[in-house]
């Protein structure tokens, strides 16, 4: 009997032991970034493992990522969750700031709120949500909304990396926020994981034929002339 019980716990612990790996490194192509071009700034790219097979569970209650606003910033610019993540968003400027999306990835609006305070918002959904602030128009970022506890943003070398995933069938896609949709999708490839290493090619992402379109405030409107900040806030641009 013995023998048997740990033969059972033995089997358990080989099955909860398997697991694979996939690793990889985009390189940004075509891009009229001049971080990109001088400096070779592949960073921000988001890349994710959909299982093919079943949905998997939301983000654990609780679960919470931040994005903060200094210097008149969003930073990360591009921040992937997984969906059922609430993102703070706190002030750490010395002026008023509201963020807001009127994408569909997710609508939201928190309002305008002083420095030193924050607000909260819990993203249900898949999708890309693009991120402005209805006081300053040079402020944006992305949050990548995603069904799958397994993604990674690109750092400046391009890399990323994927750990500790279960054997099964899988697709690998990525988002780019000056990519068009065309060329994301083509991106898009099917990859069978066992309890090895993949190591993939470089995968290359081409920002051809993105177009920027300028964004309108959360009315839907032009923005009016920059709000003068510089009297409590000389070192940040207009």
Request: aromatic share 10%.
């Amino acid at each position: 009997m013995r023998t048997f019980f740990s033969s059972l716990v033995a089997l358990a612990a080989a099955t909860t032991l398997v697991a694979g790996s996939v690793s990889g490194r985009v390189e940004l192509r075509d891009s009229q970034d001049a971080a990109v071009r001088k400096h070779m700034d592949f960073s921000g790219v988001v890349a994710w493992l959909e299982p093919v097979a079943g949905s998997p569970d939301p983000a654990p209650a609780g679960t919470i990522a931040k994005m903060i606003q200094k210097d008149k910033t969003f930073t990360p610019h591009v921040l992937p969750i997984r969906v059922g993540t609430s993102v703070d968003f706190p002030n750490f400027d010395p002026i008023f700031h509201n963020a807001f999306s009127n994408y569909n990835g997710q609508l939201f609006d928190v309002g305008l709120y002083p420095p030193g305070t924050s607000r909260r918002v819990r993203f249900a959904r898949p999708g890309v949500v693009r991120v402005f602030c209805n006081i300053h128009a040079n402020m944006s970022a992305v949050i990548v909304v995603l069904n799958t506890p397994y993604f990674e943003a690109t750092q400046k070398n391009g890399k990323f990396q994927f750990n500790d995933i279960p054997p099964g069938e899988y697709t690998l896609r990525f988002f780019h926020e000056r990519a068009t949709q065309t060329t994301l999708d083509s991106l898009a490839r099917r990859i069978t994981i066992g309890d090895g290493s993949i190591t993939l090619p470089a995968i290359g992402i081409s920002e051809s034929g993105y177009i920027v379109i300028p964004h309108h405030n959360k009315y839907g409107h032009d923005y009016t002339d920059p709000p003068d900040d510089g009297g409590i806030y000389p070192a940040v641009r207009k």
